[in-house]
């Protein structure tokens, strides 16, 4: 097929008939500027030839042209295997469409639609948009030559006949590209592209409708389960209660109840009466038992009587000799006492006389001491008077160290000052030779003599020569003044110290290191005398301790008096009197003994006389009490009268006794009034309990039976049945939907594999084709095909390739481009010429480049129609081929 | 006398994974209650004896409770005695309650008690109603017992399995199989097997008289029974009631030539119209033996009330020739080389090969097709 001719009217800025004039076979190229409408007459040729003259899609309403109300008319002639054909159609108003063949009109409107896809291989559809096959990949519009080539189904049917033609039906790449597209939009039904159920889909809504089931199941199951619960709770209920409102067993208990209730009276009356007579009896004992004690008590009372009696004599006779053991022991004791208080008054006696002997033997002592306290006193005193002494020089010597220091240091400066004089003095040299009779200053020198001129020198040779050298006069008043300024400094230290001369300075100061050495031996001295207060405190000390001793000796030793014992008469006295005190105190103790003994016998006399008296008048006292309850007068009448009473009492207890034991031996066992009691309480209890038990039943019943009836009446089991089923069936189907979709899967699985395996082989011719275009723009390259005529990357002679995608956008133009020049080759070759179209492409060429591409296009030209639409008509003149023009 | 004898009527009963043809089973059971009325009235037959299981469930809906007892309500001149089964067990203020609640027409006459029950003159009913589902004990025993006056047939009616017996009977409800002779029965009325069976001569079970599973009774039937007189043998007879008949069969077939043969005894059977048939098909086929056999199963199918084909058993196996009616070469003849191999990989599980076979058959249909298409 080739395109002969175009013109457009009412269609984009073409609003008047405008043509394409000069279209042949080989290159075409249309070269004009910028909106001039080169894309709206590559628009309007595809919705020509592809869309029905009746569309109103989007595409054909952007063809119109503003503001007009013509229609959009094209007409695209076109010539195939010898044929020229013309298609010209009417599109948004006076929508029509003409096919006419070597001038005849062949078919109109709809059917001219078709005619035309039929003479261009492509197939008819009515519902979805026309796949333009071929055309689809070979027609690239502006802005698309850059991508690779994504042939449609149309297309790839196309290109997969073509090489099917080529490398034979073995393959059959065509037949299972179909095949698998068949079973992935069937798997697609079930599955996205992930693997998971299509939402809605026959697998997803089959697994829903079994969760769905599979809940409203077991709600249902849950409640009949619940309804068959309450149905066997009611006939439960029902049982129990028919047994808890059965008039027999009410009547039985009743009855039971009644006797039970009768027995417990009476045996209540009897226990009543046992009871009352038990304690008749019990109070008829105890008046008895208390008549009995009184009686006792009455003859206990009078045999104390008379033997309190007795006792009274007795204690009386006991009571009589007391009084003659006391008056003789009182006796006795008064003797003893006068003994001892003689004895006392002759040791008072002893006691002044040994007194005595003390004193003087204290002062003897005293006197002694007074002897030894005098030699301190004196040797005190004296220490006292040469510690003064010391002082008192001491005092009186004031050179000390720092005034030998100070004449020390002027008699220095002196002698510096001198030296200095010397050193800057003139140096004369005398010599006095033999017989020379040289006196310098008045002193006669021999032989050699050196002098310095301090101050003047008079050297005399013989007596008539006299030579005085003298010093300068500045420097010698400067030295005079310094010398005489040391003289005073002198004098003041002299003068201070009481000195006339250094040399007495030096004498005092040495008579001063004399005194300071005494007074330090007296240090050491006063310390050996042990002083423990000061000096003249110890020396007073000792003058009162003499005068105190002094005084004593006087008060002791008055004038006249008896003198001082000697120490062998004082001890002699003193053992005398010891010997008298020891008599004195044995016969005190014996005497002290004697009046002891006799206190304890007058004591011991006492406590009887006491003894004996309490007694008696104890005894006394309770006979009182005794004879005022029972006179000795009244004794028998009292004790007759008791007895009498006793025996009347024993005779009532004994009835009461007999009644009791008769009543006991009628009354029943005992604890039976309290087992019948239990027994009521328990039977009544039993009936109250039926009775509620019945009505609780009653109430449980009602209830369960209107739950029943509301649970039941809905046909819930036949539900629940239903679903069952149902739920089996979705299990089922969704087991079988699962296993469909796993058969598809390995399905599509395997012709996968096998399609992928051949791939190479499918690619082959598409390879072929493409390698002389490849070698007119990349030589020695490769391009990497993948599935479906996909563009994987270009091998440059390298060891790998590069990704179509990572390659320049210019260089991506260009091989897409090559692509579909090898595939228009290819499909041109097998015989189905479909011209090739582009629509301002290159665009990112550069010049070497797009000279490239102007060799493989125009390789293509040589055997098919290529169109080349553009607005660089500097850049694409190189390119040959016929120059078309819209006119 | 004569009585008709049933069971199982099991009235509710769902057939949902029929589809929409669910109602239309669900009728043939009510038809059939019909039908028993018509029969019981040509045979003048007085009593119809429903031995348990009269609903399919103890709670269904008002409508589908009322149903049955308006089909028995329609024959005024028999009297229908029913026993609950252990599908619609009696349970207080359960279904029977809910029956006589609903109004029970006043011939029909429920069994709640094991009461005896004058049929007429001649005979008495000594009925075992079960209380719940399973009982483990036989309550037909106080059968042995019920008094009766002298010169009356004694007749059994309960529901259950009769111990030591085939184990057909849905519930271990025991009845021992000498009650009849134990309790000076003369016939014993049993219900919960749905095939017709007899036990020994006094002792049937009716079957149900709407088949409604494979693999059991295949038509509907009742039984007419005739007693002389006490101590005299009945004399038991089926008697047609179901519309629909459930056959179950499974056919062999190794060739293509099999084919025709299956295809012929399917279309033999009669009354297609209103069949269900359970049809298992083991064996092996080629791949276009097994299309074709698809397609002449789909056919049958529409002629058929209802046709289960299992075709689990029937392996692929295909020819030369179906691999080339495929292609000849080229992918899809690699893929069926593939697939052809792992269904008969014998180190594959059972399900990848099952699954490889269906890949199989699914491309040779495709491709076949598709070629359809094409031509």
Known sequence: MKLTHVSVEGCGKFGTLTRIEGLGPGVNILSARNEAGKST??????????????????????????????????????????????????????????????????????????????????????????DGAAYGILWVEQGRSFEVPEPSEGAKSVLNA?????????????????????????????????????????????????ARLTGERLDVEARLATLNGKIDELARLRADYKAASDPETMRTLRDELKDAQRRLTEAEKSDAELTRLAGDERQAHERAEAQRERLD????????????????????????????????????????????????????????????????????????????????????????????????????????????????????????????????????AIEARHGADVAVNGTAISGNAMRSVTEPLTI?????????????????????????????????????????????????????????????????????????????????????????????????????????????????????????????????????????????????????????????????????????????????????????????????????????????????????ADRLKARVERLSSAIDEQQKKAARLREGIARLEGEVQISGGDGLGEHAATLKLQHEMALAEEERLGERVEVLKLLRDTVDRCYARRQEELNAPLRRHLKPFLNDV?????????????????????????????????????????????????????????????????????????EQMFDAINRAGRNQQVIVLTCRSRSFASLGGKQLQII | MRIIHTADWQIGKPFRNFGEKESVLRQARLRAIENIGRLAATEAARHVLVAGDLYDNEAPSNKTLLEPLERMRGFPGVDWHVIPGNHDCHRGQGIWDRVRKAGLPANVHLHLDPTPFELGPEAILLPAPLRRK?????????????????????????????????????????????????????????????????????????GTPEADRFNSQELGQVLLVEIAGPGATPIVSTRPTGTYRWITFTEEITDAADLDGLEQRLRNLPNLSGLLARLQVKGTLDLTARADLSQRLAQIEAAMFWLDSDLSDLHVRPTLADLEQI?????????????????????????????????????FVMTRDSKAQAA
């Open chain 1, 41 to 130: 007459l590559f628009r309007a040729i595809r919705a020509c030839l592809f869309e029905r003259h009746s569309s109103t899609n989007k595409d054909i309403s952007a063809l119109a042209t503003d503001g007009l109300s013509l229609p959009v008319t094209i007409t695209v002639g076109f010539e195939k295997e010898g044929h020229h054909y013309q298609i010209r159609k009417s599109f948004l108003k006076s929508k029509a469409a003409s096919l006419s063949c070597d001038g005849v009109e062949m078919a109109r409107n709809a059917e001219a639609d078709e005619e035309v896809w039929k003479l261009l291989g492509i197939e008819a559809r009515s519902s979805r948009a026309l």
């Open chain 1, 460 to 672: 005399a040779v013989g007596t008539e020569v006299a030579i005085t050298i003298s010093p300068p006069p500045a420097t010698l008043d400067t030295a005079m003044k310094q010398l005489a300024q040391q003289r005073e400094k002198l004098q003041a230290l002299l003068s201070r110290h009481g000195a006339t001369s250094a040399a007495e300075l030096r004498q005092l100061r040495t008579e001063r290191l004399h005194l300071e050495e005494q007074a330090r031996d007296l240090r050491a001295e006063r310390t050996a005398l042990l002083l423990k207060e000061s000096l003249a405190t110890e020396i007073a000390g000792l003058q009162a301790a003499i005068g105190e001793i002094d005084a004593e000796q006087r008060r002791v030793l008055p004038e006249g008096g008896v003198p001082l014992l000697a120490p062998e008469e004082f001890e002699r006295q003193r053992e005398e009197i010891t010997e008298s005190r020891n008599a004195l105190r044995a016969t005190r103790a014996a005497a002290e003994a004697q009046i002891t003994a006799h206190q304890a016998t007058l004591t011991s006399l006492a406590t009887t006389r006491g003894t004996l008296g309490g007694q008696i008048a104890a005894i006394h006292a309770q006979l009182d009490g005794d004879l005022a309850v029972l006179p000795d007068d009244g004794r028998e009448a009292m004790t007759a009268e008791c007895a009498n009473e006793l025996s009347t009492r024993q005779t009532a207890h004994r009835i009461t006794a007999a009644a009791l034991a008769e009543k006991q031996a009628q009354a029943p066992a005992e604890g039976e």
């Open chain 1, 297 to 428: 008590a009455l003859k206990a009372r009078a045999a104390a009587i008379d033997e309190q009696r007795l006792r009274l004599k007795e204690l009386g006779a006991r009571l009589a000799p007391l009084n003659e053991q006391e008056q003789a022991a009182t006796k006795a004791l008064q003797v003893a006492a006068a003994q001892k208080a003689g004895l006392d008054r002759e040791a008072e006696t002893l006691d002044s006389r040994e007194s005595e002997l003390q004193r003087l033997a204290a002062l003897g002592v005293k006197l002694e001491q007074r002897g030894k306290l005098s030699q301190r006193l004196m040797l005190l005193e004296d220490f006292g008077r040469r510690a003064a002494g010391n002082d008192a020089a001491l005092k009186a010597a004031s050179v000390d160290e720092a005034a030998l220091k100070a004449l020390d240091a002027i008699e220095n400066e002196e002698r510096q000052i001198r030296a200095g004089m010397e050193a800057g003095a003139a140096r004369v």
């Open chain 1, 778 to 850: 990349f030589p020695q390259a490769e391009i990497e095909l993948g599935e479906s005529f996909a563009v994987a990357g270009l091998n440059r002679s390298g060891p790998g390739s590069e990704l179509f995608g990572r390659l320049s956008l210019g260089t991506q133009e260009q091989v897409a481009v090559l692509v579909r020049l090898a595939m228009g080759a290819m499909i041109c070759e097998r015989g189905t010429d479909v011209p090739i179209i582009l629509d301002d492409a290159l665009v990112f060429s550069d010049d070497e480049r797009i």
């Open chain 1, 162 to 210: 073509v090489i099917q033609q080529e490398v034979g039906v073995l393959v059959g790449g065509e037949r299972a590209r179909l095949f698998l597209n068949g079973v992935k939009e069937d798997l697609a039904r079930y599955l996205t592209d992930s693997g998971r159920p299509r939402v809605n889909g026959p697998l997803d809504a089959a697994a829903k409708e079994t």
């Open chain 2, 327 to 363: 292609d000849f070469g080229g992918v899809l003849r690699e893929a069926a080389d593939m697939l052809k191999a792992e269904a008969e990989n014998p180190a594959a599980s059972p399900v990848e090969r099952r699954r490889a076979e269906e890949a199989l058959v699914q491309l």
């Open chain 2, 134 to 206: 399973s009982e483990v004990t036989d309550l037909t025993e106080w059968m042995d017992q019920a008094a009766a006056a002298p010169g009356l047939i004694r007749i059994g009616l309960a529901h259950g399995s009769i111990t030591g017996f085939e184990s057909g009977g849905e519930a271990n409800n025991p009845i021992a199989p000498d009650r009849a002779k134990r309790a000076g029965l003369d016939y014993l009325a049993l219900g919960d097997w749905h095939r017709t069976m007899q036990v020994n001569p006094s002792t049937w079970y009716s």
